[in-house]
């Protein structure tokens, strides 16, 4: 195998973890009311917290719509995994061009199906996150009127 | 229960527009937080800088000596000192700094000439004492090179006859090499052609390379701490190398534990919300513009403008790394050099930002003062616009002009200084630093009266001083002459470089952002006053003894280099907590535009904040570290590496900052109608993935690439050009080119359509109004009825 075809297979392979550590961070929930980085902030404003176990104001009751600015985590860390991976993809596809040696079509393979899929996965889960958000904007313009 | 809005002063004072209630004998308003906070942030920076003027003494003391002269064994002339100073004046005269480096700084296309220097000649003088494996061969010219014979007494420096020899065939090569009428380097055609230049530019390429192997006296290492590594001359790391890259990683550690556990143990420190109080926030176009901040607009246009040309010399500057020999067979090289386009890029990158942050100081101060602007205030902010479009243009057409050898004896006034981001002429820095006290000047008139009502540590007076440091930092890159030694220039030129860059503008930066999200209601004056004495602490405990970490290997004493690994790595530590802060600053928006009958106007400025903590933890954070370790840095300076972590944080950090300044005040600027909050997003997301596919797909694995190759088979070689474009790098470099078309199209193009809009427009809404007001809030107050009938006739604005 050259060095070139094992570098883009080791470097594609180390950007879909980060993508997948980026998505996974992404889902953290950034309210102050939920997130444990934040627990001295909920003790000093414990008397604002919500009675019906509600954030106040951050989340609305269903915590799968997250009011803004709280649904922008999960699209910017999602949206910049999705970069991190089709940048995986695109590596990988290059170095097939290439490299083709069978070892290395093989595994250049393997690494570009992986990708693929991870920006298809990622692609729906960015789809999903913006229809959130809009969602959460709409009902606290409801909210409001 | 209903509701009555209040004017944001009638809580007491605080940073916004108020009037002032003044609770001290002098008739200024006190200090709003304890003096602890002063005096620590004071002490902090004090001890800084005194080292810092510590690390100035050593640097004049102990850099690497000029000879007078410098003869053979057999006491034939070689060169003198004359020719060195005088090859350095040719170096940065034809920008080289902009085309390879010496001493591991400047570009990353050409050689570093310091190690080009150095293998070559010891390859010459290994050959002519025997084959090449003999051990003899190897030992005699490793002895040749490590031995210092400079005698301080005299000013001579003795050569070996096969140094002697090797300094003959290395400036025919030199000469072949700039003078070559082919290109195909970068460089313009035939750039240097002159003999005796060629002459002189070799003297100082031999003076660097001796500098870099030759034992510094008392020491059993060279002025440069062994670098480059050259095993040809014996060129390894030195203990302290190793030692401070250890102490370095348990300073990060040891510091990060202690500020988390600083945070954990007093909640109160950090961004925190303006009580749980209601906000209505004014619609941008029902705050009256003043007529200086309506001229910003033309300052937000010319910032765009600036950032697309950026954009293009630098996709220009790319091409020649990915391909040499032509711009798509136009011969580029020709017109445009890669020195020319570097320069430029380099040199735009700080104006364009700088313009941007210069709007946002004169945009905000009637802000600040809630009052309109004192006589003749818009006409100093045209003039300031004229005169910073005068050094643009006549540093650019002067670095353009100088380079193909304009100006005569006044090249270093007029046209290319050459010393990297100090590349204007001497002429154009005096006349920017006389702007930006002229800026300050603008500042003061505005905030005057604003001034002698306030303690001095409160956020007007520190907004003041923030902005006032700026011109002073900036002037000290005065001090880098042409003709100073280049370890003296090197440190003034770092004073611009990372103490103006990387501190002060951080400092104008968080005073900025503290300031506008107290103009904006999301954060009480206290508390943004505690987070900008903290980021002082902070910042001045590592950025400003941190400089050094820029000083490793340029000549500078062993003591720099451990000061500047140890306090470097304490720069990481407010870096990470900013990340952790900025959710923080998103969650303080969220709970208010929840809260708020009204929509939040600045939610794409705020994602751009967001967009700064990203990219200070990843570009700043992790990529700056990545190459901190004097062990690390010592093979890839120079590198891609470099590149990676500039790229991630000058754009991700200050562009960002930028840009969301000009989004701030152009929502301002564009009526209802012909603001898009579309064109915003589009612009957000194409800048931040344009940039994160430049750094993920070229830059990072590019400099992964170049690092081992610095260390598996030698600094040297992953440094010439056959390296920079052998085919795994050209691969990298042109699967560049989508991440940078969405940058510049997607990213650029929208911010310079709300630009034009903004300066066509300028603030002339339709619906204004009567009375001048720049409150950009009001706080709604939430009454039981008994209290609303009470409070409606004191306040008498129910809402």
């Known amino acids: 195998m050259t060095f070139e075809a094992a570098f883009m297979i080791g470097y594609a392979n ?14 953290v929930n950034t309210s102050p009311w939920s997130s444990r980085a ?3 902030h909920q003790r000093r404003h414990s008397d604002d917290a919500p009675h019906d176990g509600s954030p106040p104001g951050d989340m609305g009751p269903d915590h799968d719509l997250p009011a803004w600015p709280h649904g922008e985590p999960r699209r910017l860390h999602t949206g910049i995994a999705m970069i991190a991976a089709t940048a995986a993809m695109v590596l990988v596809v290059a170095a097939m061009v290439r490299h083709h040696a069978t070892a290395e079509v093989l595994l250049l393979t393997a690494t570009g199906v992986a990708a693929g899929a991870l920006v298809a996965r990622l692609g729906n889960a960015l789809r999903t996150a913006e229809s959130l958000a809009i969602h959460a ?9 | 229960m209903t509701n009555s809005s209040k004017d944001p002063s009638g809580g007491g004072p605080d940073g916004a527009a108020t009037p002032i209630a003044t609770g001290s004998r002098s008739g200024r308003r006190p200090l709003q937080i304890g003096k602890g906070w002063v005096q620590a942030a004071g002490l902090v920076f004090l001890t800084g800088f005194f080292v810092v003027v510590l690390m ?19 006491g034939q002339p070689v060169f003198t000192g004359q020719d060195v100073r005088a090859g350095q004046d040719v170096f940065l005269r034809n920008g080289l700094m902009e085309y390879g480096s010496i001493f591991g700084h400047g ?3 050409g050689p570093d000439f310091t190690a080009d220097y150095l293998h070559r000649s010891a390859d010459l003088v290994r050959a002519g004492y025997g084959a090449a494996g003999s051990d003899t061969a190897a030992q005699r010219t490793r002895t040749d090179f490590k031995t210092n014979r400079y005698d301080p007494t005299t000013g001579v420096l003795t050569f070996s006859d096969a140094q002697t020899a090797a300094f003959a065939t290395l400036t025919a090569h030199y000469a072949e090499f700039f003078a070559s009428p082919a290109g195909k380097t970068g460089l313009r055609p035939a750039a240097i052609t002159d003999p005796t230049q060629i002459r002189q530019l070799t003297s100082y390429f031999a003076w660097s390379a001796w500098a870099s192997a030759a034992d510094r006296p008392g020491s059993d290492y060279s002025y440069t ?38 945070f954990g143990r007093w909640d109160w420190l950090g961004w925190h919300g303006r009580d749980q109080h209601e906000l209505r926030f004014r619609e941008p176009q029902r705050v009256r513009l003043t007529a200086s901040q309506r001229a910003t607009a033309w300052f937000f246009l010319t910032m765009t403008v600036l950032f697309l040309i950026q954009t293009l010399v630098g996709a220009a500057s790319e091409h020649y790394r990915a391909d040499l020999g032509s711009f798509f067979g136009l011969p580029l090289d020709h017109w445009l050099p890669y020195n020319l386009v570097r320069t430029w890029h380099v040199q735009l990158s700080l104006f364009w930002v700088s313009t941007s942050f210069l709007a946002a100081g004169v945009f905000l101060v009637p802000m600040i003062t809630g009052r309109r602007d004192v006589k003749g205030q818009h006409l100093l902010t045209y003039t300031l616009l004229g005169a910073l479009a005068l050094v643009v243009v006549g540093s650019l057409l002067g670095e353009l002009a100088g380079m193909r050898g304009a100006f005569g004896r006044a090249w270093s006034w007029l046209g290319m200084q050459g010393f990297e981001y100090l590349d204007l002429g001497k002429l154009w820095q005096l006349l920017l630093t006389v702007g930006m006290i002229f800026w300050v000047v603008i500042l003061w008139r505005g905030l005057r009266k604003r001034l002698r009502a306030e ?6 007076w520190l907004f003041f001083f923030a902005a006032l440091a700026l011109p002073v930092v900036y002037a000290t890159g005065l001090l880098a002459r042409h003709d100073s030694g280049y370890t003296v220039t090197d440190f003034w030129r770092f004073m611009v470089v990372h103490l103006w860059v990387e501190d002060f503008l951080e400092l104008f930066t968080t005073v900025m952002v503290a300031y506008i999200f107290v103009l904006l209601g999301v954060v009480r004056e206290k508390v943004a006053l505690r987070v900008i004495f903290l980021d002082i602490v902070l910042y001045s405990a590592g950025g400003v003894i941190g400089t050094a970490h820029h000083w490793y290997f340029n000549g500078e004493p062993a003591a720099v280099l451990g000061l500047g690994a140890f306090f470097s790595a304490f720069e990481v530590i407010p870096l990470t907590f900013l990340t952790v802060e900025a959710w923080s600053f998103i969650r303080l928006g969220a709970r208010q535009e929840a809260r708020s009958a009204s929509d939040f106007p600045h939610r794409w400025a705020v994602m751009f904040l967001v967009a700064v903590g990203f990219w200070n933890f990843v570009g700043a ?6 190459i901190n370790l004097p062990i690390v840095s010592y093979y890839e300076i120079g590198t891609a590496l470099t590149a990676n972590h500039a790229h991630a944080a000058m754009m991700g950090v200050y562009g960002m900052l930028a840009v969301g300044f000009a989004v701030f005040a152009l929502r301002y600027l564009v009526p209802k109608d012909s603001w898009s909050d579309r064109l915003a997003s589009i612009s957000f997301w194409s800048l931040n993935v344009g940039l994160a596919w430049m750094v993920f797909v070229t830059l990072l694995p590019l400099g992964i690439l170049q690092l081992y190759h610095a260390v598996d088979v030698g600094y040297y070689d992953a440094r010439t050009l056959a390296y920079v474009g052998n085919r795994t790098n050209t691969l990298l470099e042109w699967l560049r080119l989508p991440g940078d078309v969405l940058f510049i199209v997607g990213g650029v193009g929208p911010l310079l359509w709300l630009a034009v809009r903004g300066a066509l427009h300028r603030g002339r809404h339709h619906d204004l109004p009567d009375q001048d007001d720049q409150h950009l809030f009001t706080e709604v107050q939430h009454l039981e009825p008994a209290e609303a009938s009470a409070a409606g006739s004191i306040t008498g604005a129910a809402t």
């Open chain 2, 225 to 262: 701490n062994n670098w480059p590594s050259e095993p040809l001359v014996g060129n390894a790391p030195s203990a302290h190398v190793v030692l401070w890259s250890v102490l370095s990683l348990i300073a990060l550690l040891g510091g990060t534990g202690a500020l988390f556990a600083a």
């Open chain 1, 137 to 145: 904007r709409q009902r606290v313009r409801r909210q409001r009127h």
């Open chain 2, 455 to 460: 303690s001095r540590a409160n956020l007007p």
């Open chain 2, 107 to 109: 570009a990353y296309l």
């Open chain 1, 14 to 27: 180390v950007l879909l973890l980060i993508a997948l550590g980026l998505h996974r961070l992404g889902r």
């Open chain 2, 621 to 626: 954070g992790i990529f700056g570290f990545l």
């Open chain 2, 56 to 74: 100035g003494y050593l640097t004049y003391q102990s850099s690497p000596p000029i000879p007078q002269r410098v003869v053979s064994t057999s």
């Open chain 1, 38 to 40: 934040l627990a001295g």
